[in-house]
């Protein structure tokens, strides 16, 4: 399926009220007055405010909105408490997300409430059943599953990878590249980081499966990966390599107990080492921006990033927006920050800034 198959979706109305941090909070995510500015909104406060809360709220629409109660129902597998407990504000008897979603150019309008006794209540309408069908098909659930046990096990500090649903995408502030080597059986899987009814992900990162199977696929030891060719693939990671790292990818080298390490090379040597090598902000900015490229190139999406400033150099906070724009212009990004340099990195009116009174 290419971008063009389906119809845009953008988030464009949010209201929130005794979810987590937030009393109430209402937001509009309007479209750029020009019609070739990106699609960015950035929202910057103090600690405690509810930044987080925001892009959660976000994503748990979503989801009543393509799938309904069935995505909450596995949330309590991987929370140490009640699902109502986590969500729902203290002293309070009932949280509420409404939004309205944009698709195509018409506006649909979702409300999640969850209560105390753990009720679950959606009210979204029948016209979004076409769009939603479309991406996953007649049993959203199941297409979704992996995603929606992901973004539970990142609520509970348990998953490092970001949540990557089509067309919404949730970079969150565990994110990160795990360390350590592939055994070569998971190169075999598509998702082997994710096992049924497993409290905790395996110590593998996705970012480095994207990239191994891109490097077997480019030696036709595997068929091409979806909608990407092998060859782009490379060519990005090694642009964004080049940019942050001054590197370039190298190969593959065989390590112990049936093991594969993923290896790179400065362009301006021969001494090869591995990728875990590179600081964590570097494989920070590297992981997120290629993962962002890769699953949003041909599909439009809602993307929403936690502090991307995580381990990352202030000069590289103030090209970090230009770099989604140039990357990958067509979707629609909310991202929280504390950085100043990112908060304005973007035009005044692309901009909030949450205060207490606010709220």
């Known amino acids: 399926m290419t971008g063009t198959d ?4 953008k988030l464009r109305y949010l209201k929130v009220q005794n979810f987590k941090a937030l009393d ?3 937001m509009e995510f309007p479209p750029p007055r020009m019609t070739e500015a990106p699609d960015i909104l950035v929202i910057g406060s103090r600690n405690g405010l509810g930044k987080t809360s925001v892009l959660e709220a976000c994503v748990l629409l979503f989801f009543a909105a393509a799938i309904g109660e069935e995505s909450f129902n596995v949330a309590n597998r991987y929370l140490s408490i009640d699902l109502n407990e986590l969500l729902i504000r203290s002293g309070e008897k009932q949280a509420l997300i409404e939004g309205t979603f944009e698709i ?15 009720n679950i209540n959606i009210k979204k309408p029948n016209e979004h059943k076409a769009f939603f069908s479309t991406l ?10 992996r995603e929606i046990e992901r973004f539970w096990s990142a609520l509970a500090g348990l998953s490092f990878d970001p949540v990557l649903l089509p067309p919404l995408k949730y970079f969150h502030s565990y994110r990160k590249v795990q360390e350590g080597n592939l055994k070569l059986g998971m190169l ?12 905790q992900e395996l110590p593998t990162s996705r970012f480095k499966l994207e990239i191994l199977h891109s490097m077997m696929s480019e030696a036709n030891l ?9 060859q782009e693939a490379l060519e990005k990671l090694n642009h964004l390599l080049k940019v942050y790292a001054k590197c370039r990818i190298a190969k593959l080298r065989a390590a112990s107990n049936s093991t594969v390490e993923f290896r790179i090379v400065p362009l301006d040597g021969e001494t090869t080492f591995t990728f875990d090598g590179l600081s ?3 494989k920070e900015i590297i992981s997120t921006l290629f993962l962002l490229w890769r699953y949003s190139n041909h599909h439009q999406s809602i993307i929403l990033i936690d502090e991307p400033e995580l381990h990352i150099h202030a000069e590289w906070h103030r090209k970090f927006v230009r770099q989604l724009y140039e990357l990958a212009p067509q979707n629609q990004y909310l991202i929280t920050t504390h950085s100043k340099d990112v908060f304005l990195s973007v035009d005044k009116d692309r901009r909030i800034l949450l205060m207490e009174d606010s709220l």
Request: hydrophobic share 25%.
């Open 136 to 145: 996953g098909g007649n049993s959203p659930f199941r297409f979704y599953r």
């Open 280 to 282: 964590a902000g570097q």
């Open 6 to 9: 389906t119809p845009s979706i």
């Open 104 to 118: 195509g150019n018409e506006p649909i309008t979702v409300t999640l409430t969850i209560d105390k006794q753990g």
């Open 222 to 230: 595997f068929e091409e990966i979806e909608d990407v060719t092998a």
């Open 24 to 26: 109430f909070l209402e």
């Open 188 to 199: 075999l899987e598509k998702d082997p980081s994710y096992e049924p009814h497993r409290t």
